[in-house]
């Protein structure tokens, strides 16, 4: 079955990068994009972007533009995200998500929560 | 910048039939948005429901379904037991790779 595993949690001071991994089992890596999205406290879900099956192709929301990438290693078949210039009001957890092949996410990582502060 | 909108909460009977919408602020919704619904309880993750409109994900009862309702999306709950309360997410794909969630509904079952 499809299985995403995320890192675990990260305190981080405003300024400062983060890097959330998401390691996939269960299904072939390189036919589905992934998707990462984010739950800031008492807030709904926001889509922050994708990464497409090659790894070449990335889709960023406008509000995270500059400050986010994405990448795959499929020698591992791990996701990652890395978001940089760190705020406080980027604490929340985030998710990756594969895709269900026809648009829109189907399997979840279990969340990464990050904390940013001084 | 356009908002996708959902009803900030529905309250329905054990055994009643609730349906959620999901709009564009601007313009209406249709199939080629891919419209998705996500079950979630802050700070988990999301349950898929229904993506591409009205294909359910693996597990999902069919008393959960999907469709276009005039100019919106729409998931309903048919049959709602105890366990559906919750909050309730669409997400729209608003083309060249760019997906929307909505603004979110919360289900009181009661």
């Known amino acids: 079955q499809v299985q995403l595993v995320q890192s675990g949690a990260e305190v981080k001071k405003p300024g400062a990068s983060v890097k959330v991994s998401c390691k996939a089992s269960?299904?072939?890596?390189?036919?589905?994009?992934m998707h990462w999205v984010r739950q800031a406290p008492g807030q709904g879900p926001e889509w922050m972007g994708q990464i497409n099956p090659s790894g070449d192709r990335t889709d960023y929301a406008q509000k995270f533009q500059g400050r986010i990438t994405m990448t795959r290693d499929t020698s591992t078949s791990t996701a990652y995200m890395e978001l940089s210039s760190l705020r406080p009001e980027d604490t929340a957890v985030y998710f990756c998500?594969?895709?269900?092949?026809?648009?829109?996410?189907?399997?979840w990582g279990q969340g990464t929560l990050v904390t940013v502060s001084s | 910048q356009t908002v996708v909108t959902q009803e900030p909460s529905f309250s329905v009977s054990p055994g009643g039939t609730v349906t959620l919408t999901c709009g564009l602020s601007?313009?209406?919704?249709?199939?080629?948005?891919?419209p998705s619904w996500y079950q979630q309880t802050p700070g988990q993750a999301p349950r898929t429901l229904i993506y591409s409109t009205n294909t359910r994900s693996s597990g999902v009862p069919d008393r959960f379904s999907g469709s276009i309702l005039g100019i919106k999306a729409a998931l309903t709950i048919t049959g709602a037991q105890a366990d559906d309360e919750s909050d309730y997410y669409c997400?729209?794909?608003?083309?060249?790779?760019?997906?929307?969630f909505g603004t979110g509904t919360k289900v009181t079952v009661l």
């Open positions: 998500g594969r895709d269900s092949g026809k648009y829109g996410a189907e399997n």
């Open positions: 601007s313009g209406s919704v249709s199939t080629t948005n891919y």
């Open positions: 997400a729209l794909y608003m083309g060249s790779g760019i997906y929307v």
């Open positions: 269960g299904y072939t890596f390189t036919r589905y994009h």
